[in-house]
Each structure stands twice: as C-alpha cells, then as structure tokens.
C-alpha cells in the first residue's frame, strides 16, 4: 500500500504524534525524518548513525543494527 501523502504532510504527522507524546520534533530529527522518507538511508541506518554519534558504537545494539543493514544489503532481491 502506498502513502499518497507529501513528505511535508508525512513529517506534520510524526510532528503531530511527537507533540500528543509530550516531545516536539528538534530541525535535527526532522532532517533525518525527512532522509528517511527520502530513502537517502534505512531508519536502522539512522539509528546507528545516532548510536555512534553518542558514544554507543560498540554497544550490542549498535552490532546488531550493523549485522541487519548487511542482511539488507545483500537480498535476493539485489543480486
């Protein structure tokens, strides 16, 4: 199923969700938000990306987001 929505209307609805949740989307979250609906990188991508930013690059969970991003980039769908 595809989304008809723009990215800017995509963007105002995860903005919307943020502000019931108690948080308001930051200009840096809404870049990567907007790279995601993009496709420029994976949402795993970005939370790895986040991890190593922070310090957290040699965590398990870091690993395991590095091990499903390989996964991905080698399906049967790509070769």
């Known amino acids: 199923m595809t989304d008809p929505r723009s990215e800017d209307q995509k963007v105002a609805a995860v903005n919307a969700s943020m502000v ?3 948080q ?3 200009a840096a979250d809404e ?4 790279r ?3 496709g420029e990188i994976s949402a795993d ?4 990306e986040y ?3 922070n ?6 969970r870091a690993a395991e987001l590095r ?7 080698w399906s049967p769908e790509s070769h």
């Open 20 to 22: 019931m949740a108690g």
């Open 24 to 26: 308001s989307l930051s």
């Open 31 to 34: 870049a990567v938000c907007r």
């Open 36 to 38: 995601i609906l993009r």
């Open 45 to 48: 991508e970005a939370v790895l």
């Open 51 to 53: 991890l190593e930013e």
């Open 55 to 60: 310090g957290f690059g040699n965590s398990s």
């Open 67 to 73: 091990r499903r991003i390989a996964g991905a980039a």
